[in-house]
């Protein structure tokens, strides 16, 4: 609604570039109304790493991000919810009354008359929480839906450029948890689509690893813009114009947030076409190597490996050089004290 009367109240002389922020799956994901119980009688598929051990990995033994112990029934699931919370002062009356007939008649119901405990209870939240997830993706979906419906209606989907992408991606029960945060492959890959009419050809699929970092030069590039001195990232139009272009395949990561939210070791590393490589620092001071190609969900830890050696010595260079280019004077005395 508001970015649609942004789109009929702008000066149409003038070309125009408005970002549209969609926070709606984050946690506690509220769906619209029209989508409550739109996955009820799906049962979906329990991740094979679900109950992960961590075995090698001590920072992802020692996160608070799991279904099991730190999804809460109430204010996550719903379950006997507080309607009184400010969360709910947003809701319009009508809101708060399907969402307490849903949640409070239907889901707390056939919760409590389950007495669920142990592995039968972790895997009714893992459920539980799908549902909630994907239904308010569906939300979303319909509402991006609208504002491209809206494009085409009024002739500028024919001379606009659309992004659909996201800041992270998002655990849906891999390694037993939810949220992010992970250099981990799940919550480090995102989505990112384009259209552009007339200049990428649709159907292009590119493959080379960028950062979103990359994304503002990408988007000054098309805008025929020149980046400000000292910006960091690289345009990577080139690449849509041409997926076999050649590429630095190479991603920089660091995540300094602890101890809240959700305990997760800060940690930096690099992300290549092949390898993650990762150094978590402060209460977990260890390194992790993954083999992206033969273990996508980075379960086993190689960095001990002796047969990794030479890929650990040049990808920790490589990680050195990416600190130094984007100015990571913390990381990197980190990382100089730590190869002493």
């Given amino acids: 609604k508001f970015s649609k009367e942004w789109l009929e109240q702008r000066d149409q002389s003038k070309p125009f570039f408005m970002v549209v922020g969609h926070k709606a799956t984050h946690r506690e994901w509220f769906p619209d109304i029209q989508d409550l119980g739109s996955y009820d009688n799906v049962t979906f598929p329990i991740p094979d790493n679900f109950y992960d051990t961590y075995e090698g990995r001590p920072a992802a033994r020692d996160q608070d991000m799991t279904v099991d112990k730190t999804m ?8 006997n919810a507080n309607f009184n919370n400010p969360t709910y002062k947003r809701f319009t009356p009508a809101q708060k009354a399907a969402f307490y007939e849903y949640y409070q008649n239907k889901v707390t119901k056939e919760f409590e008359e389950k007495h669920l405990t142990g592995k039968a209870l972790v895997e009714w939240k893992f459920q539980r929480y799908m549902r909630d997830y994907l239904s308010t993706a569906r939300s979303l979906d319909r ?36 949220d992010k945060r992970f250099i981990y492959e799940e919550s480090l890959k995102t989505p990112f689509v384009i259209k552009y009419p ?100 980075n379960m086993k830890n ?34 100089n004290k730590d190869d002493k």
Avoid: C
């Fill in 72 to 79: 809460v029934l109430g204010s996550d699931l719903k379950v």
């Fill in 143 to 178: 509402n991006i839906g609208e504002l491209l419906d809206y494009l085409d209606q009024t002739g500028l989907s024919k001379n606009t450029v659309v992004i659909y992408a996201s800041d992270q991606g998002f655990y849906l029960g891999e390694h037993g948890w939810f």
């Fill in 198 to 297: 007339g200049k990428i050809k649709p159907g292009t699929k590119v493959q080379q690893v960028v950062s979103n970092v990359d994304w503002a030069p990408t988007v000054l590039d098309i805008a025929g813009v020149k980046p400000t001195e000292g910006m960091q990232g690289k345009s990577f139009y080139p690449l849509l114009e041409n997926p076999k272009k050649s590429w630095d395949n190479k991603s920089y990561y660091h995540y300094y947030e602890y101890p809240q939210p959700h305990r997760v070791a800060p940690h930096f590393g690099l992300r290549t076409d092949q390898y993650t490589l990762a150094k978590f620092y402060g209460p977990q001071d260890s390194w992790e190597l993954y083999d992206i190609k033969k273990d996508p969900k």
């Fill in 302 to 335: 190689l960095y001990g490996d002796k047969a990794y050696a030479g890929v650990i010595k040049k990808l920790k260079s490589e990680l050195k050089a990416k600190m130094i280019e984007y100015k990571d004077t913390d990381a990197l005395e980190l990382f």
